[in-house]
């Protein structure tokens, strides 16, 4: 059988009476070193977002607030997952087309990232990367 495309992480909270702080660190929830962070928030309703592959990004999204529903497709399967929770992360690895939709209105979703911003990284064109699959 096919590995999952979603490879959801576990964050662990420390929560006690005054409320939760959540960690991500290497050797725990993060899998590289992070070179970039970033976020997405005050998305407008039935707005979405992505629509592109990487060629070798290696990226942690975190929905610390609100949720969203992350769509991926490896050229050949499809699977989706929402996220609403700031204690699981999606790691989503290079070669996969993904696609962000139905954002809450107080969606916040941290990504972090493996190396820094490469608009030459990007595939945006859906036919282009299925042609990739194939070579
Ligand atoms: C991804 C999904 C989950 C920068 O200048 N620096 C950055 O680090 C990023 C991420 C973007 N930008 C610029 C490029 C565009 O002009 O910000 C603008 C919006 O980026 P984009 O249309 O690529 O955003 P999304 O939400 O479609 O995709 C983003 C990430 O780009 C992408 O790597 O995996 O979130």
Same mark, same amino acid.
């Given at each position: ?11 662990? +909270?420390?929560?006690?009476?005054? !409320?939760?702080?959540?960690? +991500? ?7 590289? &070193?992070?070179?970039? +962070? @970033? ?8 707005? $979405? =977002?992505?629509?592109?592959?990487? %060629?070798?990004? =290696? ?13 991926? /497709?490896? !050229?050949?399967?499809? *699977? $989706? ?5 700031? &204690?699981? !992360?999606?790691?989503?690895?290079? !070669? ?6 139905? /954002? ?7 990504? @972090?990232?493996? +190396? *820094?911003?490469? *608009?030459?990284? @990007?595939?945006?064109? =859906?036919?282009? /990367?299925?042609? &990739?699959? %194939? *070579?």
């Amino acid at each position: 059988m096919s590995p999952s495309l979603v490879q959801l992480v576990d964050i662990p +909270a420390h929560g006690d009476a005054r !409320g939760q702080l959540s960690v +991500a660190e290497i050797g725990g929830a993060l899998p590289f &070193t992070v070179r970039r +962070a @970033y976020w997405i928030h005050g998305t407008q309703p039935g707005v $979405s =977002r992505g629509f592109h592959a990487h %060629k070798k990004l =290696r990226q942690l999204c975190v929905c610390v607030c609100g949720s969203v529903r992350m769509v991926l /497709f490896d !050229g050949r399967r499809e *699977e $989706s997952v929402v996220l609403d929770s700031s &204690t699981k !992360g999606l790691l989503i690895g290079p !070669g996969l087309w993904r696609e962000m939709h139905d /954002f809450s209105p107080d969606c916040v979703l941290m990504v @972090y990232a493996a +190396a *820094e911003y490469d *608009e030459a990284d @990007y595939i945006r064109n =859906r036919a282009e /990367f299925i042609l &990739t699959k %194939k *070579e």
